[in-house]
């Protein structure tokens, strides 16, 4: 598997995780969104309304974390590959606040002002997705770090 598909494959992997805790978060109450209504926003323009909605939003939120994973996957040659994890959570972390900027940037009313267990629960995710990353691409790469 070559790298782009090991970044792919990594990120879509971490992204399952990530959004089993949005998803259970936002049951519970825990947060006024989940990671697949941003998506929906972006695409929709408003939240997804069905499930129908719902389920694209969710598909189209995963191929994004997987893009992330392609675009970490490319740079870890360039960063070095010790200290993997850390670097996979401050990837994570970074890439979560410029996902902030966008719906400011775009002027998105339903993403502009998030309650602190909402941005909590997205940061959580964000964390077990950088998480999960580094450890499906060394299982992949068949490194230990």
């Not at 909402?118 to 997705?129: K, M, P, S």
Request: hydrophobic share 50%; charged share 10%.
């Amino acid at each position: 598997m070559d790298r782009f598909y090991r970044g792919l494959t990594a990120g879509v992997g971490a992204g399952i995780p990530m959004n089993l805790w949005s998803n259970a978060a936002y049951a519970l109450g825990f947060g006024q969104l989940r990671l697949l209504d941003w998506a929906g926003v972006i695409i929709f323009g408003s939240l997804p309304q069905s499930f129908a909605q719902q389920a694209y939003a969710q598909v189209v939120q995963l191929i994004w974390v997987g893009f992330l994973g392609v675009v970490f996957a490319f740079l870890i040659p360039q960063i070095s590959s010790q200290g993997l994890l850390g670097k996979g959570v401050f990837f994570s972390m970074v890439s979560g606040l410029l996902s902030y900027a966008v719906p400011v940037l775009f002027q998105l009313p339903e993403l502009t002002v998030l309650d602190l267990p909402t941005v909590l629960n997205n940061h959580i995710g964000g964390l077990i997705w950088g998480l999960g990353l580094v450890y499906i691409l060394c299982r992949l790469d068949g490194e230990k770090n």
